[in-house]
T-cell receptor
């Protein structure tokens, strides 16, 4: 069965530091992959998505993600984190017509 | 901007009550979804709908039903609320097609006593 694993439940970084959030997927064919962010008290917002083509995907708010088939990974990165990036981040894979979400990674940003 | 609204941000109900959660979207989206979000479990799909009067079971439909009488509105119904249905409920909508971006409402935090 298709699944998504986010190994890190909670990550803490200092403002201005770089960030990488890990996502591993299990899927037989070429996966369609997504990253969503949930700010406190709000619904989820799409950061970026990958369907095919260039394996480095640019998203909103300065985020990017790299698809690595050999590692079954789709890690999210940002070169310099801002305090407003504190949120919960969800990786998801499309399974036929439904999204399968990971369990999320909560990001805390210290000044 | 796409707007998905949910009728309540917080709701407290008693065991056995019938509970209605309402979701409205203003973008003429064909698809609508109901998820529940629990710590450590992420989001799990309860039901979804591709069109008016159509519904499909998601991964955890037990104890829930849905109604979609108008394109813009998708209701989640807990026929007899139980304490294990205490959760955050998120509604989402998208254009037709599974690869379309889903737009989420702010969520309803339901407490069943």
């Amino acid at each position: 069965a298709q699944s998504v694993t986010q190994p890190d439940i909670h990550i803490t970084v200092s403002e201005g530091a770089s960030l990488e959030l890990r996502c591993n997927y299990s899927y037989g064919a070429t996966p369609y992959l997504f990253w969503y962010v949930q700010s406190p008290g709000q619904g989820l917002q799409l950061l970026l998505k990958y369907f095919s083509g260039d394996t480095l995907v640019q998203g909103i708010k300065g985020f990017e993600a790299e698809f690595k088939r050999s590692q079954s990974s789709f890690n999210l990165r940002k070169p310099s984190v801002h305090w407003s990036d504190a949120a919960e981040y969800f990786c998801a894979v499309l399974n036929t017509d439904k999204l399968i979400f990971g369990t999320g990674t909560r990001l805390q940003v210290f000044p | 901007d796409v707007k998905v609204t949910q009728s309540s941000r917080y709701l407290v109900k008693r065991t056995g009550e019938k509970v209605f959660l309402e979701c409205v979207q203003d973008m003429d989206h064909e698809n609508m979804f109901w998820y529940r979000q629990d710590p450590g479990l992420g989001l799990r799909l309860i039901y979804f709908s591709y069109d008016v009067k159509m519904k499909e079971k998601g991964d955890i439909p037990e104890g829930y039903s849905v109604s979609r009488e108008k394109k813009e509105r998708f209701s989640l119904i807990l026929e007899s609320a139980s304490t294990n249905q205490t959760s955050m409920y998120l509604c989402a909508s998208s254009y037709r097609g599974p690869k379309e971006t889903q737009y989420f409402g702010p969520g309803t935090r339901l407490l069943v006593l």
